[in-house]
T-cell receptor
Framework: DQQVKQNSPSLSVQEGRISILNCDYTNSMFDYFLWYKKYPAEGPTFLISISSIKDKNEDGRFTVFLNKSAKHLSLHIVPSQPGDSAVYFCAATPSGGSRLTFGEGTQLTVNP | DGGITQSPKYLFRKEGQNVTLSCEQNLNHDAMYWYRQDPGQGLRLIYYSQIVNDFQKGDIAEGYSVSREKKESFPLTVTSAQKNPTAFYLC????????????FGSGTRLTVV
């Protein structure tokens, strides 16, 4: 049972435009959501997070939106840069945060 | 500098052999985790440990074993019972009572031939 799902395996955008990565979840117990960026043969690095009491969190070029009723979150990157090209993972955890559940990942390619 | 170290970066083993992957952290984190990454399947949790001498199975524990004898160390053994062991393995740690703050290692690529 895939509790966190990223339905788009890949996304390609032009430099300077907006990248929108989507994530859906099924477990109502999830209270905290995180986005990670990962390069091949490296560990994921943390990008941005949001708790279920908020619907938006912004950090520089990165904004995460949470729609609890739809069990959906999205990561917006504006403006996109070639260095943003990587695999992006959505992850979720319940209160207490004993473990993270990851989505399948989306490969973002930003073309110059 | 504090961090989490996985070794080796690349590991080759013959089918039927057990192999142990190392994970060491000097962050003084209580909780440690092992994930496996396969193409198109994201990161799946194998085992995790919240405290020394205690650990729990994750979603795909079959064919794996772990130990947590020291706070700093959480080795993962891939046994011959694991049907598809070739994968990229990631170790992570965090403070036990924090929701955020996971630190990941740089991973070990295991290839079984």
């Amino acid at each position: 049972d895939q509790q966190v799902k990223q339905n788009s395996p890949s996304l390609s955008v032009q430099e300077g435009r907006i990248s929108i990565l989507n994530c859906d979840y099924t477990n109502s117990m999830f209270d905290y959501f995180l986005w990670y960026k990962k390069y091949p043969a490296e560990g994921p690095t943390f990008l941005i997070s949001i708790s279920s009491i908020k619907d938006k969190n912004e950090d520089g070029r990165f904004t995460v939106f949470l729609n609890k009723s739809a069990k959906h979150l999205s990561l917006h990157i504006v403006p996109s840069q070639p260095g943003d090209s990587a695999v992006y993972f959505c992850a979720a955890t319940p209160s207490g945060g004993s473990r993270l559940t990851f989505g399948e990942g989306t490969q973002l390619t930003v073309n110059p | 500098d504090g961090g989490i170290t996985q070794s080796p970066k690349y590991l080759f083993r013959k089918e039927g052999q057990n192999v142990t992957l190392s994970c060491e952290q000097n962050l003084n984190h209580d909780a440690m985790y092992w994930y496996r990454q396969d193409p198109g399947q994201g990161l799946r949790l194998i085992y995790y440990s919240q405290i020394v001498n205690d650990f729990q199975k994750g979603d795909i524990a079959e064919g794996y074993s772990v130990s947590r004898e020291k706070k700093e160390s959480f080795p993962l053994t891939v046994t011959s019972a694991q049907k598809n062991p070739t994968a990229f393995y990631l170790c992570a740690s965090k403070e036990r009572d924090r929701v955020y703050g996971y630190t990941f290692g740089s991973g070990t690529r295991l290839t079984v031939v």
